[in-house]
Protein backbone atom coordinates (compact mmCIF):
# COMPACT_ATOMS: atom_id res chain seq x y z
CA UNK A 1 0.00 0.00 0.00
CA UNK A 2 1.41 3.15 -1.13
CA UNK A 3 2.40 5.61 1.93
CA UNK A 4 0.30 8.45 0.88
CA UNK A 5 -2.74 5.75 1.08
CA UNK A 6 -2.42 4.87 3.87
CA UNK A 7 -1.73 8.53 5.39
CA UNK A 8 -5.43 9.12 3.78
CA UNK A 9 -6.61 5.86 5.91
CA UNK A 10 -5.03 6.24 9.32
CA UNK A 11 -5.63 9.96 9.77
CA UNK A 12 -9.05 9.29 9.39
CA UNK A 13 -9.31 8.12 13.07
CA UNK A 14 -10.40 10.45 15.30
CA UNK A 15 -8.45 13.09 17.58
CA UNK A 16 -8.57 11.06 20.75
CA UNK A 17 -8.24 7.74 18.51
CA UNK A 18 -4.55 9.00 17.24
CA UNK A 19 -3.36 10.91 20.37
CA UNK A 20 -3.93 7.69 22.47
CA UNK A 21 -1.56 5.39 20.40
CA UNK A 22 1.71 4.97 19.56
CA UNK A 23 2.31 5.13 15.97
CA UNK A 24 4.92 5.61 13.07
CA UNK A 25 4.67 8.74 10.96
CA UNK A 26 6.73 8.55 7.44
CA UNK A 27 8.36 11.96 5.79
CA UNK A 28 10.40 12.52 2.74
CA UNK A 29 13.83 14.24 3.67
CA UNK A 30 15.04 16.33 0.28
CA UNK A 31 18.71 17.72 0.66
CA UNK A 32 20.37 19.81 -2.02
CA UNK A 33 24.18 18.38 -1.81
CA UNK A 34 25.46 21.37 -2.57
CA UNK A 35 25.04 25.15 -3.16
CA UNK A 36 23.65 26.25 -6.42
CA UNK A 37 22.26 22.67 -7.46
CA UNK A 38 18.74 22.29 -8.72
CA UNK A 39 18.59 18.39 -7.44
CA UNK A 40 18.11 16.77 -4.76
CA UNK A 41 18.98 13.62 -2.36
CA UNK A 42 16.45 12.05 -0.43
CA UNK A 43 15.37 9.02 2.54
CA UNK A 44 12.59 7.92 3.83
CA UNK A 45 12.72 8.75 7.38
CA UNK A 46 10.34 7.83 10.03
CA UNK A 47 9.05 9.48 13.36
CA UNK A 48 8.08 6.76 15.89
CA UNK A 49 5.70 9.09 18.51
CA UNK A 50 4.94 7.14 22.06
CA UNK A 51 3.52 9.54 24.66
CA UNK A 52 5.97 11.73 25.39
CA UNK A 53 9.20 10.16 23.57
CA UNK A 54 9.75 10.35 19.97
CA UNK A 55 12.87 8.69 17.92
CA UNK A 56 13.58 10.08 14.36
CA UNK A 57 15.98 8.47 11.60
CA UNK A 58 16.11 6.85 8.33
CA UNK A 59 13.67 3.93 7.68
CA UNK A 60 16.68 2.06 6.74
CA UNK A 61 18.42 2.46 10.73
CA UNK A 62 15.38 2.28 12.37
CA UNK A 63 14.31 -1.07 10.98
CA UNK A 64 18.32 -2.49 11.62
CA UNK A 65 17.71 -0.88 15.09
CA UNK A 66 14.77 -2.98 15.48
CA UNK A 67 16.50 -6.01 14.37
CA UNK A 68 19.66 -5.25 17.18
CA UNK A 69 16.73 -4.91 19.71
CA UNK A 70 15.04 -8.22 18.52
CA UNK A 71 18.63 -10.08 18.86
CA UNK A 72 19.71 -7.99 22.25
CA UNK A 73 16.45 -9.01 24.12
CA UNK A 74 17.41 -12.70 23.25
CA UNK A 75 20.43 -12.46 24.57
CA UNK A 76 22.81 -11.92 21.47
CA UNK A 77 25.76 -9.96 21.97
CA UNK A 78 26.70 -9.72 17.93
CA UNK A 79 24.62 -8.01 14.97
CA UNK A 80 24.78 -8.95 11.62
CA UNK A 81 25.86 -6.05 9.04
CA UNK A 82 23.10 -4.33 7.83
CA UNK A 83 21.45 -5.19 4.70
CA UNK A 84 20.74 -1.55 3.50
CA UNK A 85 23.07 1.40 3.84
CA UNK A 86 21.10 4.76 4.80
CA UNK A 87 22.40 8.24 4.10
CA UNK A 88 21.10 10.08 7.22
CA UNK A 89 23.32 8.87 10.12
CA UNK A 90 21.99 10.48 13.32
CA UNK A 91 19.23 9.39 15.35
CA UNK A 92 17.09 12.16 17.12
CA UNK A 93 15.41 11.46 20.24
CA UNK A 94 13.23 13.98 21.90
CA UNK A 95 11.83 14.22 25.09
CA UNK A 96 8.38 16.81 24.44
CA UNK A 97 8.02 16.93 28.09
CA UNK A 98 11.11 17.27 29.67
CA UNK A 99 11.79 19.53 26.48
CA UNK A 100 15.04 17.97 25.74
CA UNK A 101 16.77 16.65 22.66
CA UNK A 102 19.33 13.75 22.32
CA UNK A 103 21.11 12.97 19.31
CA UNK A 104 23.04 9.59 18.66
CA UNK A 105 25.36 8.72 16.39
CA UNK A 106 27.54 6.07 16.00
CA UNK A 107 31.04 5.61 14.82
CA UNK A 108 33.12 2.71 14.60
CA UNK A 109 32.82 0.65 17.55
CA UNK A 110 31.45 3.72 20.07
CA UNK A 111 27.80 5.43 20.34
CA UNK A 112 28.15 9.21 20.75
CA UNK A 113 25.53 11.23 22.66
CA UNK A 114 24.79 14.84 22.68
CA UNK A 115 22.06 16.25 25.00
CA UNK A 116 20.81 19.68 23.85
CA UNK A 117 18.30 21.75 26.09
CA UNK A 118 17.69 24.90 23.20
CA UNK A 119 14.32 23.74 21.12
CA UNK A 120 12.23 25.56 17.98
CA UNK A 121 10.62 29.15 19.54
CA UNK A 122 8.01 29.75 16.61
CA UNK A 123 6.23 32.30 15.65
CA UNK A 124 2.78 30.99 14.25
CA UNK A 125 0.58 33.31 11.54
CA UNK A 126 -2.50 32.86 9.66
CA UNK A 127 -1.31 31.49 6.53
CA UNK A 128 -3.08 28.62 5.90
CA UNK A 129 -3.86 26.12 3.53
CA UNK A 130 -4.15 22.40 2.97
CA UNK A 131 -1.65 19.37 2.64
CA UNK A 132 -3.27 15.61 2.28
CA UNK A 133 -6.89 17.57 2.56
CA UNK A 134 -5.70 18.15 6.37
CA UNK A 135 -6.41 21.92 7.09
CA UNK A 136 -2.85 23.52 8.01
CA UNK A 137 -1.65 26.55 9.50
CA UNK A 138 1.61 28.25 9.01
CA UNK A 139 4.36 28.62 11.67
CA UNK A 140 7.91 30.08 10.91
CA UNK A 141 11.60 29.87 13.62
CA UNK A 142 15.07 31.25 13.55
CA UNK A 143 16.41 27.57 14.67
CA UNK A 144 20.44 26.57 14.79
CA UNK A 145 21.51 29.15 12.29
CA UNK A 146 18.67 28.70 9.20
CA UNK A 147 15.27 30.22 9.23
CA UNK A 148 12.73 27.58 8.93
CA UNK A 149 8.48 27.93 7.94
CA UNK A 150 6.47 24.93 8.89
CA UNK A 151 3.00 23.47 8.69
CA UNK A 152 1.12 22.03 10.66
CA UNK A 153 -2.42 20.66 11.53
CA UNK A 154 -4.49 21.14 14.52
CA UNK A 155 -6.85 18.20 13.41
CA UNK A 156 -3.86 15.48 14.80
CA UNK A 157 -3.16 17.46 18.14
CA UNK A 158 0.41 15.91 18.70
CA UNK A 159 3.06 18.63 19.25
CA UNK A 160 5.96 17.00 17.12
CA UNK A 161 7.37 16.81 13.97
CA UNK A 162 10.87 15.60 12.05
CA UNK A 163 14.14 15.89 13.11
CA UNK A 164 14.10 18.34 16.20
CA UNK A 165 11.14 20.07 15.34
CA UNK A 166 8.33 19.93 17.76
CA UNK A 167 6.37 22.18 19.98
CA UNK A 168 3.55 22.94 18.02
CA UNK A 169 -0.27 22.65 18.69
CA UNK A 170 -0.12 19.95 16.41
CA UNK A 171 1.73 17.46 13.86
CA UNK A 172 4.62 19.56 11.78
CA UNK A 173 3.27 17.49 7.90
CA UNK A 174 5.96 19.88 6.04
CA UNK A 175 9.12 22.01 7.33
CA UNK A 176 11.72 23.31 5.23
CA UNK A 177 14.33 26.10 5.68
CA UNK A 178 13.83 29.31 4.05
CA UNK A 179 15.94 28.66 0.89
CA UNK A 180 14.67 24.80 0.96
CA UNK A 181 18.22 23.35 1.21
CA UNK A 182 16.33 21.08 2.98
CA UNK A 183 12.65 19.65 2.96
CA UNK A 184 10.81 17.64 5.55
CA UNK A 185 7.39 16.21 3.89
CA UNK A 186 4.96 13.53 5.66
CA UNK A 187 4.17 10.77 3.57
CA UNK A 188 2.05 8.43 5.33
CA UNK A 189 1.40 7.55 9.14
CA UNK A 190 0.49 4.06 10.32
CA UNK A 191 -0.65 2.88 14.14
CA UNK A 192 2.54 0.74 15.14
CA UNK A 193 5.35 0.36 17.51
CA UNK A 194 8.92 -1.44 17.08
CA UNK A 195 11.44 -1.25 19.50
CA UNK A 196 14.53 0.10 19.68
CA UNK A 197 15.34 0.17 22.96
CA UNK A 198 18.30 -2.59 22.61
CA UNK A 199 19.99 -1.47 19.62
CA UNK A 200 22.86 0.08 21.94
CA UNK A 201 23.45 -3.06 23.80
CA UNK A 202 27.06 -3.73 24.68
CA UNK A 203 27.98 -0.87 22.76
CA UNK A 204 29.98 2.01 24.30
CA UNK A 205 28.56 5.23 25.06
CA UNK A 206 30.28 8.99 24.90
CA UNK A 207 28.36 11.15 26.46
CA UNK A 208 29.30 15.27 24.61
CA UNK A 209 28.23 18.61 24.91
CA UNK A 210 26.81 20.96 22.07
CA UNK A 211 30.42 22.49 22.17
CA UNK A 212 32.23 18.93 22.45
CA UNK A 213 30.21 17.98 20.25
CA UNK A 214 31.25 20.41 17.15
CA UNK A 215 34.68 20.05 17.82
CA UNK A 216 34.65 16.04 18.12
CA UNK A 217 32.73 16.67 14.32
CA UNK A 218 35.43 19.34 12.85
CA UNK A 219 38.05 16.75 13.61
CA UNK A 220 35.83 13.59 12.18
CA UNK A 221 34.99 15.60 9.05
CA UNK A 222 38.98 15.94 8.65
CA UNK A 223 40.24 12.79 9.41
CA UNK A 224 37.65 10.25 10.83
CA UNK A 225 40.48 7.64 11.39
CA UNK A 226 41.13 9.72 14.69
CA UNK A 227 38.90 7.81 16.45
CA UNK A 228 41.36 4.83 16.17
CA UNK A 229 43.75 6.08 17.84
CA UNK A 230 44.66 4.46 21.59
CA UNK A 231 42.01 1.38 20.68
CA UNK A 232 45.17 -1.44 21.15
CA UNK A 233 46.91 -0.43 24.34
CA UNK A 234 49.80 -2.62 24.16
CA UNK A 235 49.25 -5.98 26.18
CA UNK A 236 45.54 -6.28 25.43
CA UNK A 237 44.23 -9.85 24.60
CA UNK A 238 42.70 -8.45 21.63
CA UNK A 239 43.12 -6.29 18.57
CA UNK A 240 40.65 -4.09 16.75
CA UNK A 241 40.38 -4.64 13.07
CA UNK A 242 38.37 -3.03 10.34
CA UNK A 243 37.81 -4.74 7.62
CA UNK A 244 40.07 -7.27 8.41
CA UNK A 245 43.38 -5.02 9.15
CA UNK A 246 45.00 -3.51 12.46
CA UNK A 247 43.49 -0.32 13.06
CA UNK A 248 46.59 1.24 13.47
CA UNK A 249 47.71 0.28 9.69
CA UNK A 250 47.80 2.41 7.10
CA UNK A 251 45.20 0.31 5.11
CA UNK A 252 43.06 0.28 7.36
CA UNK A 253 42.74 4.16 8.17
CA UNK A 254 42.64 4.77 4.37
CA UNK A 255 40.19 2.28 3.63
CA UNK A 256 37.51 3.68 7.19
CA UNK A 257 38.55 7.40 5.36
CA UNK A 258 37.54 6.85 2.38
CA UNK A 259 33.93 5.17 3.55
CA UNK A 260 33.49 7.96 6.18
CA UNK A 261 34.28 10.72 4.17
CA UNK A 262 31.83 9.04 1.61
CA UNK A 263 28.93 9.75 4.13
CA UNK A 264 30.11 13.15 5.07
CA UNK A 265 30.13 14.61 1.81
CA UNK A 266 26.68 13.77 1.34
CA UNK A 267 25.85 16.19 3.39
CA UNK A 268 27.94 18.81 2.21
CA UNK A 269 25.59 21.72 3.28
CA UNK A 270 24.96 21.47 6.84
CA UNK A 271 21.59 21.27 8.31
CA UNK A 272 22.63 23.20 11.09
CA UNK A 273 24.73 26.29 10.52
CA UNK A 274 25.18 26.76 14.70
CA UNK A 275 25.28 24.70 17.76
CA UNK A 276 22.12 26.43 19.57
CA UNK A 277 23.24 25.76 23.27
CA UNK A 278 26.76 24.82 25.02
Known sequence: MKLEMILTTW?????????????????DFKWRQELGSENYNSELTVLQQD???????SVAKFKY???????AND???????PKTEWKLQTLVVKDTKEQITITEENFFDK?????????????????????????????????????????????IPIGDGPYKFYGLPGLILKVSDSEEHFIFEIKGLVKE???????????????????????????????PSMIFANLNAPGATFSYVYQGLNV??????????????????????????????F
Open 75 to 81: GGRSFPA
Open 193 to 223: RNSIEGRNAHTSKVSLSPCKREIFWNNYRED
Open 11 to 27: LLLTCNAISAQTYKIFY
Open 248 to 277: DSREAKALYNKREKEKINTFRIPIETCACD
Open 65 to 71: DSIKTII
Open 111 to 155: VYLTKYLCKPVWKITEDRHKIFNYNVQKAETDFAGRHWIAWFTMD
Open 51 to 57: KDVSYYE
